[in-house]
């Protein structure tokens, strides 16, 4: 169906009308799973969920629905624009988090940090936190408020820390700051020490960058993405800037890749001593767990 179909001229179309048409246009410019698209950018212009819209495919759709809209959406994602970006959000361990170029779209994977973290609150409850390389602040502010602590986040991207702070707009529980530092040259003497550091670093070699989806290499900022040769390049270089912030006994999580535990072993660890890891869904050891022992 070609586009003039839904020009403001014609009678109201369906849900299955629109839906085809998504189908068509997203397949033609090579969009991975078109069908599974169509139904999510429907289901936000509508505000309804998947299944409404499945349950009501033969309806029309009436007001409050704007065919513009549905054109830039489907034009911005054609071009394999992040659909997190089109949409100006994602969310995250079940809280909606502002993200747009200049920072990392948020990955269920992380939750597994949280998770872990949150676990080990309650063996023993943590009093302060910081989360480096925080991006869209997902880690810092869902923990800040699940542990109800302060809670730092640090980042030294410019346009990463302005989604950080709109974020922190929404958070009305959330007690901590928002700090632009560089990790390997400003930490040291510039935050207090806490017990508690959670990261997610750029762990993804340099090399491996080119094989990642469009949506990926050709949007989302570089500087989160690429760890260096190894992928662990610039975490071997922070760990020690890392301690400076630790208290003796301080557990720092990290979210690493695949074929990194092995390389994790490797490097020099400084003063830190790794305790395990926790796998993701797939079964990749994800989060590594580490524990301050000396100054």
Not at 234 to 259: N, R, T, V
Request: glycine content about 8%; hydrophobic content about 40%.
């Amino acid at each position: 169906m070609p586009h003039a179909a839904l020009s403001s001229t014609q009678e109201a179309l369906t849900l299955e009308d629109y839906f085809h048409v998504a189908c068509q246009h997203l397949k033609k410019h090579a969009i991975e799973n078109p069908a599974n698209e169509a139904y999510t950018i429907l289901s936000h212009l509508l505000n309804k969920d998947i299944a409404f819209i499945i349950s009501r495919f033969k309806e029309t759709i009436h007001d409050g629905f704007s065919k513009d809209s549905f054109w830039e959406i489907l034009n911005r994602r054609s071009q394999n624009e992040p659909m997190a970006y089109i949409f100006g959000e994602r969310e995250f361990f079940g809280k909606n988090f502002s993200v747009g170029p200049g920072v990392l779209i948020p990955r269920p994977e992380t939750e597994h940090l949280l998770e872990w973290v949150m676990e080990d609150h309650v063996q023993k409850p943590f009093t302060h936190g910081i989360d480096l390389c925080t991006g869209s602040g997902i880690i810092g502010l869902c923990l800040g408020e699940e542990l109800s602590i302060p809670f730092e986040c640090v980042d030294t991207s410019d346009e990463a820390l302005q989604w950080t702070r709109k974020n922190l707009e929404q958070r009305v529980n959330f007690k901590g700051d928002i700090h632009k530092m560089d990790i390997l040259t400003d930490l040291p003497g510039k935050l207090g020490k806490v017990d508690l550091i959670t990261m997610n670093p750029p762990y993804i070699p340099s090399a491996d960058i080119h094989h990642l989806s469009n949506d990926v290499k050709d949007f989302e900022p570089h500087l989160a993405l690429d760890g260096g040769v190894s992928g662990l390049e610039f975490l071997d270089m922070a760990l020690k800037e890392i301690q400076s912030i630790a208290q003796i006994g301080c557990h720092l999580y990290l979210e690493l890749g695949f074929g990194q535990k092995e390389i994790l072993s490797s490097i020099n660890l400084n003063s830190w001593k790794l305790e395990g890891w926790r796998d993701d869904l797939a079964g990749i050891p994800r989060i590594a767990k580490l524990t301050f022992l000396s100054e």
